[in-house]
């Protein structure tokens, strides 16, 4: 069954220790996180597969899913449960055609509203915007605002991400404004408490859909 996109989504920082990787998003997956991206711009491809099979069957044997970062071929290899692209990778019509129909396809579409309508005409299974905030992962990251995820959710059915410098102080907010799901990297994996950081974030995340909806 495929999964929902929504909650937190917690996307993995360039760690080259594949041990070190298991246990930061072991943390994570005890703190309640159950939705994962693998993206580590820094290794090489042999790397990359060793470190998606072991963070996948983790995090199957949690009940959650992974997301693998632009790379079919990983996807293909390790057999994960999704794929995203961005607007620089595999085009998202090739991507869905490539993949079953139990995948769970995400496309980036920045600040870009009408991109996330041809996102879902495409095929996709969720839009993501950002970057939100200031980030370090993304330096020269296209702007997004609450605004764009309001307009998004008034004009697009599909899950809605936020992405980009979120954490548990800003987290409520892009929640309310229309998110379906936040996509934190440092906010959680930069933590000295990961566990406890996810925790937190979970909740947060929690409380503030319920308010949204009173």
């Known amino acids: 069954m495929k999964t929902v996109v929504s909650g937190i989504y917690a996307i993995t920082p360039d760690v080259g220790d594949t041990d070190e990787l298991i ?14 991206q693998y993206r580590n711009k820094s290794a090489d491809k042999k790397l990359k ?55 769970i396809l995400g496309v980036s579409c920045y600040s870009d509203v009408e991109r996330a309508a041809w996102g879902e005409r495409a095929g996709a299974d969720y839009v993501a915007f950002g970057s939100m905030y200031k980030t ?12 764009t995820l309001r307009r998004a959710r008034a004009f697009c059915s599909l899950p809605v991400v936020a992405i980009g410098g979120i954490n548990r102080g800003n987290l409520k907010e892009v929640v309310l404004a229309g998110a379906d799901s936040a996509a934190i990297i440092q906010g959680i994996f930069g933590a000295s408490d990961i566990f406890r950081e996810a925790q937190l974030c979970r909740k947060i995340f929690v409380n503030a859909l319920q308010a949204k909806r009173i």
Request: no cysteine.
């Open 49 to 103: 597969v060793e470190q998606a099979e072991q963070l996948l069957k983790l995090i199957r044997g949690h009940s959650g899913a992974l997301i693998i970062n632009d790379d079919l071929s990983i996807l293909e290899t390790v057999d994960a449960d999704g794929l995203h692209v961005g607007g620089d990778d595999i085009g998202v019509e090739i991507a869905r055609k490539a993949l079953t129909k139990e995948k």
């Open 136 to 147: 370090t992962s993304k330096v020269h990251a296209d702007n997004a605002s609450l605004d």
């Open 23 to 36: 246990n930061i998003v072991g943390h994570a997956l005890r703190g309640g996180v159950k939705l994962f």
